[in-house]
């Protein structure tokens, strides 16, 4: 069964860091472009950074760029995200993605980042 499960979240201060997993299970990463998402209390889901699964290719949104990090373990089946110079507004439920437009699309469930003093 296909499964992404983030870890990592919490609280953190403004200017603080954190990093993220996303561990997969059922399928390969060489398989499937993995994203990050967030969604903020009362704003639609967006989509931050992804990295292809057959080259390792990544793209990035402007909000995040120069400030998050996307990097895969193929041996540990997990991705991550390094995210730095946090801000009050970073705060929101992220989420992975796995994407094949052959074999689907699958979601982790999603994990809260809060950015506070």
């Known amino acids: 069964q296909l499964q992404l499960v983030e870890s990592g979240g919490g609280l953190v201060q403004p200017g603080g860091s954190l990093r993220l997993s996303c561990a997969v299970s059922?399928?390969?990463?060489?398989?499937?472009?993995i994203g990050w998402f967030r969604q903020a209390p009362g704003k639609e889901r967006e989509g931050m950074v992804c990295?292809?699964?057959?080259?390792?290719?990544?793209s990035y949104a402007d909000s995040v760029k120069g400030r998050f990090t996307i990097a895969r373990d193929s041996a540990k089946n997990t991705v991550y995200l390094q995210m730095n110079l946090l801000k009050p507004e970073d705060t929101a439920v992220y989420y992975c993605?796995?994407?094949?437009?052959?074999?689907?699309?699958?979601w982790g469930q999603g994990i809260q980042v809060t950015v506070s003093s």
């Open positions: 990295i292809s699964g057959t080259d390792g290719t990544t």
């Open positions: 993605k796995a994407v094949n437009p052959r074999y689907g699309d699958y």
């Open positions: 059922g399928f390969s990463l060489d398989a499937y472009a």
